[in-house]
Antibody, heavy 120, light 108 residues
Framework: EVQLVETGGGLIRPGGSLRLSCAAS????????MNWVRQAPGKGLEWVSV???????FYADSVKGRFTMSRDNSKNTVFLQMNSLRAEDTAVYYC??????????????WGHGTMVTVSS | DIQMTQSPSSLSASVGDRVTITCRAS??????INWYQQRPGKAPKLLIY???NLQGGVPSRFSGSGSGTDFTLTISSLQPEDFATYYC??????????FGPGTKVEIK
């Protein structure tokens, strides 16, 4: 069964750092593009970052320079290192697999999410 | 960045109704659009990809159409489990995916 499980969320003070993990099963993360998507309480979905199978990474302007996505092939896991956290980063963070059909991308598998709360 | 808008932001409908949700892109995105359903407290679920392709396991009452800048998601006969929030997403820019603000479908 294809599955994603996020861990690492919690309460953190403004300016602090946190690392989220997304462990995959049923497929190989290094063969896929992987994404992080977040959702602030009561708000819509916001795409955060993508890690290409070839190793390139791209970020939303709102997190560029503060967040870094990485991958550990031996653990079949992707990570999101979040630095200089702000109150507006408070959200549920979802990991999602990018299912590529031809040139078309779509997020076909999602984890359950992990909550990050930035507050003093 | 490509901006996505949706209308309406919310709607009330009854079981059995035909429901249409519209999504508009700030520039032409061909058919690079996906639709997701999110029930309260749950992760989003892919319904439609590449504008009109039904994801495996999704009921056939869901359909998508459109190209360029204007797109629609249609539910032909609303079922109780369809009350949820629906999001469009552009995948034309594969380095900066963006979602629409969502449309909440509520019970009338």
């Amino acid at each position: 069964e294809v599955q994603l499980v996020e861990t690492g969320g919690g309460l953190i003070r403004p300016g602090g750092s946190l690392r989220l993990s997304c462990a995959a099963s049923g497929f190989t993360v290094s063969d896929n593009y992987m994404n992080w998507v977040r959702q602030a309480p009561g708000k819509g979905l916001e795409w955060v970052s993508v890690f290409y199978s070839g190793g390139s990474t791209f970020y939303a302007d709102s997190v560029k320079g503060r967040f870094t996505m990485s991958r550990d092939n031996s653990k079949n896991t992707v990570f999101l290192q979040m630095n200089s956290l702000r109150a507006e980063d408070t959200a549920v963070y979802y990991c999602a697999r990018d299912a590529i059909t031809g040139s078309y991308h779509s997020f076909d598998t999602w984890g359950h999410g992990t909550m990050v709360t930035v507050s003093s | 960045d490509i901006q996505m808008t949706q209308s309406p932001s919310s709607l009330s409908a009854s079981v059995g109704d035909r429901v249409t949700i519209t999504c508009r892109a700030s520039q032409s995105i061909s058919t690079y659009i996906n639709w997701y359903q999110q029930r309260p407290g749950k992760a989003p679920k892919l319904l439609i990809y590449a504008a009109s392709n039904l994801q495996g396991g999704v009921p056939s009452r869901f359909s998508g159409s459109g190209s360029g800048t204007d797109f629609t998601l249609t539910i032909s006969s609303l079922q109780p489990e369809d009350f949820a929030t629906y999001y469009c997403q552009q995948s034309y820019s594969s380095t900066h995916f963006t979602f629409g603000p969502g449309t909440k479908v509520e019970i009338k």
